[in-house]
């Protein structure tokens, strides 16, 4: 048991949290929903747990028993006995962070975690919550799990997150330099000096990557200089390696070029130039006609947000000719010999950066797209589909805190979820009705004969439908993923 057990309690609180993970992973529910759910399985038949003791202000009073130390000491015995029980292979793990939106109210002061930042989500209207996840290299199961106020910069939660990787993994690891043992595959976002400072004091093994932008010198290199790293296991893959001061000391770099996304990004881009200029061509026409008030400047202002993409700004020039309002023109034009440049030095290139020096490129290479696990994971997440995650509904004033560690899950698929709450009305948030970021399943349930039907009758018309029919909301099956993933294809611009 988990937390001091309340006298009116129908059951302890880690039965509690058990129950509602178990609810993840078979099918989500709110917790307002999760009491007739359970009544309609055989699950109280065998537990001797009634529907009436899941009631969801119980469920609340026993989550907010737990603490953050319960938490991280309920995630350290699992982990633990998930490495143990199943040999999972723990010499090189991914960390990667994200954050979710969530309905909290912004009156609400209890819910320190959510806050107001850079929604990866575009919500800006929204209070966001931050995840960072460590997963396994091969097959992306969690194995530690770091919440945090949505307004702090990623780069800050890095050494509390590598403080207590480390504290775990010389409780599981043998010998007498256990950390030199383990690498840590992270992106981009996460370098600074001293995040770069902690890795190499603790000896820990890292692979990562650098701006690409940030380093012309690499850029340029020649491809001649290039070689075919793998033709089986890194199709299209070429690759160099030299050595270059990174944050104060010499390391092993290497720069690859993908084919394949080298397509993807020159299609990328080419579908931002039709948006920007067919952007650029409604107010050149606006501004022939003659009907615009507005200065100079404010024109100005408004060509630089549309080609404020930095490979736009690039391959597109233009001009605004005219001073005065109605004499305002403008003209531009695409730069062909700036798009060659772009496409021979930038595109299709990565720079990874690694202390392993007896690595091969091909298992550098492997073990830094093993981060596409995490975001896979991620991605699970945020879709409502799956684990119904994001954007939260709470409607208590509490802290997510407890809410949020039971979301987390394997990357590797994740069971059939309906789309609505057949067992119960939908979670409803607390705030301004008609609040413009309202979350569709918050609509009040229609009686049945202004619902639309969604499919031929059942054999038992008297029986109600847990599932949509129409619908496989299963994600693909996704396995150990070592070399990386294989882009999906993109739209055709509009």
Not at 391 to 414: C, E, I, V, Y
Request: net charge positive; hydrophobic share 35%.
């Amino acid at each position: 048991m988990v937390g001091p057990r309340r006298a009116d309690a129908g059951a302890s609180v880690g039965t509690y949290l058990a129950l509602a993970a178990l609810n993840r992973l078979v099918d989500p529910r709110s917790k307002r929903s999760f009491a007739g759910w359970w009544a309609s399985t055989a699950a109280d038949r065998f537990t001797r747990i009634r529907p009436e003791i899941l009631d969801h202000r119980r469920a609340w009073d026993a989550t907010h028993t737990v603490t953050t130390e319960d938490l991280a000491q309920i995630e350290r015995r699992v982990s633990a006995a998930m490495v143990t029980q199943f040999g999972l292979d723990i010499s090189a793990v991914a960390l990667d962070r994200t954050n979710f939106a969530t309905f909290i109210d912004s009156t609400n002061p209890s819910a320190s975690l959510a806050q107001r930042g850079k929604a990866q989500q575009k919500r800006a209207d929204l209070r966001l919550v931050g995840l960072g996840l460590v997963v396994t290299r091969n097959g992306g199961i969690p194995l530690l799990s770091h919440t945090y106020p949505g307004n702090r910069p990623d780069v800050t939660q890095f050494p509390m997150m590598l403080t207590e990787l480390c504290s775990r993994y010389a409780a599981l690891a043998t010998g007498p330099d256990p950390l030199d043992q383990i690498t840590v595959v992270f992106d981009a976002g996460q370098n600074s000096q001293d995040n770069f400072t902690d890795l190499r004091t603790r000896k820990i093994g890292y692979v990562t990557s650098l701006p690409p932008s940030d380093h012309p010198d690499l850029l340029a290199l020649p491809g001649e200089d290039r070689t075919v790293v793998d033709p089986v296991r890194c199709p299209g893959l070429t690759a160099l390696e030299t050595r270059k001061t990174v944050y104060g000391k010499e390391t092993r770099v290497i720069l690859t070029h993908s084919q394949t996304l080298h397509v993807g990004q020159s299609r990328g881009l080419d579908q931002t130039l039709v948006k920007a200029v067919a952007r650029l061509s409604e107010l050149a026409d606006r501004l022939a006609r003659g009907k615009t008030r507005r200065a100079r400047s404010g024109v100005t202002t408004e060509i630089t947000s549309i080609c404020k993409d930095s490979w736009v700004k690039r391959v597109l020039v233009w001009d605004l000719a005219g001073e005065a309002p109605a004499d305002l023109r403008l003209t531009w034009r695409l730069d062909e010999a700036a798009r060659i440049d772009l496409e021979n030095q930038v595109f299709g290139k990565r720079v990874l950066v690694t202390n392993r020096e007896t690595w091969p490129i091909t298992d550098v290479v492997a073990a830094y797209r093993s981060q596409s696990d995490a975001e896979f994971g991620f991605r699970q997440l945020k879709d409502p589909h799956v684990v119904s995650f994001s954007p939260m509904n709470q409607d208590r004033p509490s802290d997510p805190g407890p809410h949020l560690h039971l979301r987390p899950g394997p990357a590797t698929g994740a069971p059939d979820a309906p789309t609505g709450h057949p067992g119960g009305p939908a979670p409803v948030r607390t705030g301004t009705v008609g609040h413009p970021g309202r979350y569709p399943g918050n609509r009040p349930v229609l009686p049945l004969h202004r619902r639309a039907p969604h499919g031929p009758p059942g054999p038992d018309p008297d029986r109600p439908r847990t599932g949509h029919p129409d619908r496989h909301l299963r994600p693909p099956t996704v396995g150990t993923q070592e070399l990386g993933h294989t882009p999906r294809p993109l739209r055709n611009p509009r």
